[in-house]
């Protein structure tokens, strides 16, 4: 049987040999993977979740994705998650990686202490469909609400709208958004209630609000405005932790309060 001290001397020989000649290294590691599959009965049945361990020979230069595809190819088909572009673009494989919140095609295992049990779980406060898969419907009712599309006033341009830099520095972070949810389902106030919009959907919002092109800021501020809004926010960072494109998620949302505090965007 395995045990963690040898497992541990095993990666630090790898990572040695790796950089001694150059060849890529291969070290075990385990996944505590939580399963949950409301559709089936008996002990696993019914909604009960519950861990389950698999060990898997990995390269030093996989991340979690390729991982768990190994599992679901060669150990367990029924492991269930959600994945598509693998290269941090789509947003489609937030998960919680040892406690926090990351994409598992942009988490390396070896960055991830692979000498102990790497736990996943999903994403938090949005209901569990299957294993890693979460119900993302609530979050993106949220995002539709605050209208994420241009409003622009007038008649229709016989040229493209023009912006200065300076004009588009203002709201260029927030471009950067893939809905992931790894921001608003890292939220202490979005996991207890039911009704804050989420950091997500005011980044998106965002957006929109500072984008000088654009002219329904305020119909989007008076929404944010409302009682599921920014101010539900209580600066807690863990947005801005977990956001996989490095977006200031909270300085956005105090941008957001702001505008409305001031009266100017
Ligand atoms: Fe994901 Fe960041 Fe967008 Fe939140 S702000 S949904 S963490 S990309
Ligand atoms: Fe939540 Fe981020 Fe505010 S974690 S409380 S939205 S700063
Ligand atoms: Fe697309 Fe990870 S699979 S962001």
């Avoid at 060849?23 to 599959?37: G, H, M, Q, S, Y």
């Avoid at 950067?176 to 919002?205: E, H, M, R």
Wanted: hydrophobic share 35%.
């Amino acid at each position: 049987m395995r045990t963690a001290p040898a497992k541990g001397a095993a990666t630090r020989d790898a990572a040695a040999k790796e950089a001694a000649t150059g060849e890529v290294a291969t070290f075990e590691v385990v996944l505590k993977i939580r399963r949950n599959n409301p559709e089936a009965s008996g002990e696993h049945g019914a909604g009960a979740g519950y861990w389950q361990e698999f060990t898997v020979t990995v390269h030093s230069t996989e991340r979690v994705l390729d991982a768990l595809h190994t599992i679901k190819w060669e150990q367990d088909g029924s492991l269930t998650f959600r994945r598509s572009c693998a290269h941090g673009v789509c947003g489609s494989d937030a998960m919680r990686i040892n406690g926090r919140n990351r994409l598992a095609c942009k988490a390396l295992i070896k960055d991830l202490n692979p000498t102990r049990p790497i736990t996943i779980e999903p994403i938090q406060g949005l209901p569990v469909l299957k294993d890693l898969i979460v119900d993302m419907e609530p979050f993106f009712a949220s995002y539709r609400e605050i209208m994420p599309f241009l409003m622009p006033s007038g008649d229709v341009p016989k040229r493209e709208r023009l912006q200065s830099p300076e004009q588009r520095e203002r709201f260029e972070d927030t471009t950067k958004c893939i809905l992931c949810a790894a921001c608003t389902t890292s939220c202490p106030v979005f996991w207890t209630d039911g009704q804050y919009f989420g950091p997500a959907a005011i980044v998106n919002a965002h957006r929109f609000i500072f984008d000088s092109r654009d002219d329904a800021a305020w119909e989007r501020l008076e929404i944010l405005n409302d009682k599921a809004g920014v101010w539900k926010c209580r600066t807690t960072f863990n947005c801005t932790d977990a956001c996989p494109r490095g977006i200031q998620v909270t300085e956005a949302i105090s941008q957001v309060k702001r505008a409305l505090n001031t009266g100017r965007i």
